[in-house]
């Protein structure tokens, strides 16, 4: 099982509509959430960070969290065509690790004008 | 915002070559850096982790002998990968956490580094 899934996509949504994006993770031990956008050839930029259950909104950009679950999504609303790229999801390790952080397999969006 | 500065952005060198990568943190001090690789359509995948004044910590599978990883000051880390080969071209990307009094602990990746190996 991989530390960190995603959906690869590709994932269409028309212009203005609402892009929904998910991740699971298996450490339960996992306190910090993160998602980074990366255009193609370029470096990921982060977006968004989550620490704790329920939303949290930035702008067009909500992450969810559920630890339950292990679950975490990421909502784009009012999606633009220049939001089209890899959508990263990344999992900190939990305190003590020499790592930082596990990221998915990315979610590939593509907004349709 | 906190800076990383990678170079160089893109380079292209015959089998057999070393090629040297830099990752500087412009505006704040690095103790610790991450070297991550990617190649297309996969996530990235962490290399090493760099640690100013130590050795670097390798992930398994990566062959420290291969991957250089020197990090000689609190702002500077470098990657050295020797006797490249076609199967090593890929997109290098350096991250840094600033863990300065005030700083986010944030991770700030670097540009990014196009490797391609004739």
């Known amino acids: 099982q991989k530390e960190v899934e995603q959906n690869s996509g590709p994932l269409s949504v028309p212009e203005g509509a609402i892009a929904s994006l998910n991740c699971t993770y298996s450490?339960?031990?996992?306190?910090?959430f993160f998602w980074y956008r990366q255009y193609s050839g370029k470096s990921p930029e982060l977006i968004m960070s989550?620490?704790?259950?329920g939303d949290k909104e930035d702008g067009r950009f909500t992450a969810q969290l559920n630890k339950a679950s292990q679950y975490v999504s990421l909502l784009i609303r009012d999606s633009q065509p220049s939001d089209s790229a890899t959508y990263l999801c990344?999992?900190?390790?939990?305190?003590?690790?020499?790592?930082?952080?596990?990221f998915g397999s990315g979610t590939q969006l593509t907004v349709l004008p | 915002g906190a800076v990383v500065s990678q170079h160089p952005s893109r380079v292209i060198c015959k089998s057999g070559t070393s090629v040297k990568i830099e990752c500087r943190s412009l505006?704040?001090?690095?103790?610790?850096m991450f070297w991550y690789r990617q190649f297309p359509k996969q996530s990235l995948m962490l290399m090493a982790t760099s640690n100013e004044g130590s050795k670097a910590t390798y992930e398994q599978g990566v062959e420290k002998d291969k991957f250089l990883i020197n990090h000689a000051s609190l702002t500077l880390s470098t990657l050295t990968v020797t006797s490249a080969h076609p199967e090593d071209s890929s997109f290098y990307i350096c991250?840094?956490?600033?863990?300065?009094?005030?700083?986010?602990?944030?991770?700030?990746f670097g540009s990014g580094t196009q490797l391609s190996v004739l």
């Open positions: 989550i620490y704790s259950n």
């Open positions: 991250s840094a956490r600033d863990r300065s009094p005030g700083g986010s602990e944030k991770l700030f």
């Open positions: 990344a999992v900190k390790h939990p305190t003590g690790s020499a790592r930082q952080l596990t």
């Open positions: 450490d339960r031990g996992s306190q910090s």
């Open positions: 505006d704040f001090q690095a103790t610790t």
